[in-house]
């Protein structure tokens, strides 16, 4: 797994489930099986956004898979669950963030045992983590383990690179499960902006740094900059949309990106015929009928960084714990996803 992922390298990874149940956790069982196994002498450090590792769902009350970690391990998790790790801990670092479960702390684990993570929820809280991680193990792979919804903070600000994980409670039907993955995966994958534009705006956005909304636009060849301070995109669109103008370029938009915000700046006339581009494509929530209403527009949609998403990882299994045949799925996922690996790596033993 970790060949076919290329993970010895690399500093940072962020696991992204496409729902709930998705499997991320056993994922990162079989990262932290494969690490040890090959002999790593690098640590892992863990964090997670939201809750992970806990014996049973909080919700339906299910069984999930626990998290092992070797001796050496760091962790990033709050002080609530640290009280329910049998894992023997060593604080290294209170982070002074705060969570529903108490302070974050960096912990070293000392001996081996079953932890619980439940990190931070914001981009910066976990930009915090990394720095009191890497002052501690410079040389640590630090993972991000993702949750629902809250795909938007592991963006490549932090991480090097991702796994996506799916799961048949997106779908039951495999031919489902492909066409919404390829769809989430090429929302992960949208193209950069390069060139002239892109120094353009991170030279906007270097002197807005405030700035949740950056508008490029020519007038007498000359580029008239239009930055606006939101608290956020959600119920701003028409402030955003009036704005815009019949030169509008580009369109920078700095937050989560759904389906209300663009149809807010759908009805805008002027919202056409140009670039909008986001941070990277963790920031994207929106449905293929949104993105084909942007292609009617001729908007080009573009990330200010690119994803690398390095695998995806199938849990053929249903919410209710039935487990399905993974061959139909490996199969319809392989015919949609042909440039990235798609594998079924199966429970991880702990």
């Known amino acids: 797994m970790l060949h076919l992922a290329g993970l010895m390298d690399l500093q940072s990874l962020a696991l992204i489930g496409l729902s709930k149940n998705a499997g991320k956790t056993t994922c990162l069982n079989h990262i932290i099986n494969a690490w040890q196994a090959s002999g790593q002498t690098r640590p892992l450090a863990l964090t997670s956004i939201g809750r992970d590792g806990e014996k049973e769902d909080i919700v339906s009350g299910r069984a999930k898979p626990r998290i092992y970690i070797p001796a050496g391990t760091l962790i990033a998790s709050a002080e609530g669950t640290l009280q329910r790790s049998d894992a023997l801990l060593e604080i290294l670092e209170l982070t002074n963030v705060r969570t529903a479960f108490g302070e974050v702390i960096i912990c070293r684990a000392l001996s081996d045992g079953y932890v619980e993570l439940a990190g931070p929820g914001a981009s910066e809280e976990i930009e915090i983590i990394a720095d009191l991680v890497r002052k501690h193990e410079p040389n640590s792979l630090f993972i991000i383990d993702g949750a629902l919804s809250r795909r938007s903070q592991a963006g490549p600000d932090m991480i090097e690179a991702v796994i996506l994980a799916v799961s048949a409670a997106t779908s039951a039907v495999p031919e489902v499960l492909a066409e919404k993955t390829a769809f989430a995966l090429n929302l992960l994958l949208t193209p950069p902006i390069g060139g002239i534009k892109r120094s353009q705006l991170l030279t906007v956005i270097d002197e807005n740094p405030s700035a949740r909304t950056i508008i490029l636009r020519k007038h007498q060849d000359q580029l008239r900059v239009t930055a606006i301070d939101l608290p ?42 140009l670039k909008l581009v986001v941070e990277d494509g963790t920031r994207l929530f929106i449905k293929p009928e949104t993105m084909r209403k942007l292609l009617n527009q001729k908007i080009k949609l573009r990330v200010l960084n690119a994803l690398d998403v390095r695998l995806v990882c199938l849990n053929p299994s249903r919410p209710s714990g039935q487990l399905l045949d993974p061959e139909p799925f490996l199969a319809a996922l392989r015919q949609k996803i042909t440039t990235i690996p798609v594998v079924d790596l199966g429970p991880a033993n702990m």
């Open 232 to 273: 956020s995109l959600v119920g701003s669109g028409q402030e955003i949309s009036d704005k815009l103008r019949k030169n509008t370029s580009l369109l920078f938009l700095q937050g989560a990106i759904t389906d209300h915000v663009v149809n807010e700046l759908l009805k805008e006339p002027h919202f056409t015929d």
